[in-house]
């Protein structure tokens, strides 16, 4: 085993998790160079291991008192502009950086783009992982590349936006043929000619008073909003939006509306229906429910939270209570956004 690695055994998550799921990780390495990961893959022993590459910990659920893996702590730090096109300026960001002081940062430089998925919690390099994304925009959107570490043959590569296969808070990462790839920066593409996106209504009359509000403008409105809706993972422990929004054929969501026409339901390109997970939660009466010590936020149906000392069993099984109720009453399976491990 590398001598030269910061390698910890018997280390606490609770503090790198935003569930706080007291769970211990038997392996621990707090990465801050992609040399460290070089290392990793050239020991026969450390390469055997089973990996869970963490970030900010925000988009995960650890069910188990212990993880028996080697915990890969995404620490790489560093932001800057890169480039630029003929329409737009690129900026890169190391993995470990937090997503939102990133989005902060292009406002800064006075580059849009980024500005209606501010205050999402999490690191820059779980963002294209998920796919992150609100009020309208993903990464996807503004995604131009990024560079991994593929642990298969030990290279470094960049990998495009066909590449990552990205969908609805999915990508190639979250499937089998990218699991020995580890994000280590991600460039986006910000547009030269910025134009608000204010396609979610509640967005839109936010700004409604602003006759030309700016990046900044919908910035501040979208973290209103978030922390007006959403409670803060340094209060209370939550990994955002548990489930995800699941779209569903036309005709099962024509079934739906003739029994619940208040039905909140955004018609897709493809013409299937995507159902808003929240309101179907709410209609079930879980919001504001408890099971134990996991709770539903009593403002937002959507988010799954730890009231105190919850286990991260104990949020599973709350979440599989609403999965079944939703499933009985409206024939529609909910599927969790966070990684469970």
Known sequence: MPADLPLSTDVSLAP?????????????LRVTDPAQLQAVAADAQLAALPRLV????????????????????????????VGATAGAILVRAQAGENWHAFVEWTLAQGLGGLENMALIPGTVGA??????????????????????????????????AAACRFGYRDSVFKHAEGSTLVVLDVTFALPRAWTPNLRYAELAQAVQDIAAPTARAVADAV?????????????????GSFFKNP???????????????DLVHHAQPDGSEKL?????????GWKGKNLGRAGVYPKQALVLVNNGGATGGEIM?????????????????????????
Request: overall charge neutral; proline content about 6%.
């Open 16 to 28: 790198f998790n935003t569930f706080r799921i007291p769970a211990r990780a038997r392996r621990y």
């Open 127 to 160: 963002s294209p992982i998920q796919n992150i994304g609100a009020y309208g925009a993903e990464v996807k959107d503004s995604f131009h590349s990024l560079t991994v570490f593929d642990f298969a043959d030990g290279s470094i590569r960049t990998m495009d």
């Open 247 to 261: 779209v569903v054929p036309r005709e099962h969501c024509a079934r739906l509306l003739a029994t619940w026409p």
């Open 54 to 81: 963490l970030g900010g910990g925000s988009n995960l659920l650890i069910a188990r008192d212990e993880v028996d893996a080697l915990v890969l702590h995404m620490g790489l730090e560093g932001r800057e502009i």
């Open 276 to 284: 808003a997970a929240g309101w179907l939660i709410d209609r079930c």
């Open 223 to 239: 973290i209103a909003i978030r922390r007006r809706k959403l409670p803060d993972p340094a209060e209370i422990g939550n990994a």
């Open 317 to 341: 099984a709350l979440a599989r209570a609403i999965q079944a109720d939703v499933e009985a009453r409206f024939g529609v399976r909910l599927e969790p956004e966070p990684v469970l491990v």
